[in-house]
């Protein structure tokens, strides 16, 4: 099974909107056709992000998202600090895919990544659910 890393704004994108790429990428791993794997610094964030009063989103629709994501996700514990990421919020996420052995991370915000992290090509919503749609399509 895939193993994948959502960034924070992608499980935002999927809250917020929906029909979107980054719902469709959450719903996967809601509906375990891949494998999420988040670590504790990750779910923190998850939950400070999505209450945050000028987002709006519904105080009980963000409880059952974490309660799914929790009931559903692999938890990991990195092993080592990594430094990779422009932004440095954002190496807990590399941190994360290293320690699970992730395929490739996911997020909207590629300009805060390397291209590419521990042998993982990090992928925006679109790009992993093309890559999904071609590695679901049966052989002709």
Request: proline fraction near 9%; aromatic fraction near 4%.
């Amino acid at each position: 099974m895939i193993r994948d890393v959502l960034d924070t704004n992608v499980v935002v994108s999927a809250m917020l909107r929906s029909g979107g790429l980054p719902e469709a990428v959450f719903n996967l791993a809601m509906d375990g056709q891949i494998c999420l794997c988040i670590s504790e610094p990750m779910l923190a964030e998850y939950e400070d992000v999505l209450r945050r009063p000028r987002l709006a989103i519904n105080p009980d629709k963000v409880t059952v998202a974490l309660a799914r994501i929790r009931a559903v996700a692999l938890l990991v514990t990195p092993l080592a600090p990594v430094t990779a990421a422009l932004d440095p919020d954002d190496n807990m996420f590399l941190g994360c895919a290293e320690a699970a052995h992730a395929h490739c991370p996911v997020t909207g915000n590629c300009r805060h990544f390397p291209d590419h992290w521990d042998a993982t090509r990090i992928l925006t919503p679109r790009q992993f659910m093309d890559a999904h749609a071609l590695a679901s399509d049966p052989p002709v």
